[in-house]
Nanobody, 119 residues
């Protein structure tokens, strides 16, 4: 099993920045892909970004390209989401996720952290 713990959410004004962190513990050697998702009130959870553990290939949702950056520190089993130029529409609960080698989808999830962007 793998446990994910997030940190870094909070309240920020529009145009501001926040950095989220997600640290994995347990069977971390099995992880190959890490990502971030978000869910706004009344909306479905949506993909934000992902990064491969080996190679560091990143993908982004169109809505965050150029503003958000995902990175990882494999030695610390931690990945990050740097969010710049935040907009009120970015307000949501952000979840980190991880996919193990034997899985075809994200099978580990963090508890979620609230990000609120005020206008």
């Amino acid at each position: 099993q793998v446990q994910l713990v997030e940190s870094g959410g909070g309240l920020v004004q529009a145009g501001g920045s926040l950095r989220l962190s997600c640290t994995a513990s347990g069977r971390t050697w099995s992880l190959v892909d890490m990502g971030w998702f978000r869910q706004a009130p009344g909306k479905e959870r949506e993909f934000v970004t992902s990064i491969t553990r080996y190679g560091g290939r990143a993908d982004y949702a169109d809505s965050v390209k150029g503003r958000f950056t995902v990175s990882r520190d494999n030695a610390k089993n931690t990945w990050y989401l740097q969010m710049n130029s935040l907009e009120p529409e970015d307000t949501a609960v952000y979840y980190c996720a991880a996919r193990a080698r034997e899985s075809t989808s994200y099978n580990y999830w963090g508890q979620g952290t609230q990000v609120t962007v005020s206008s």
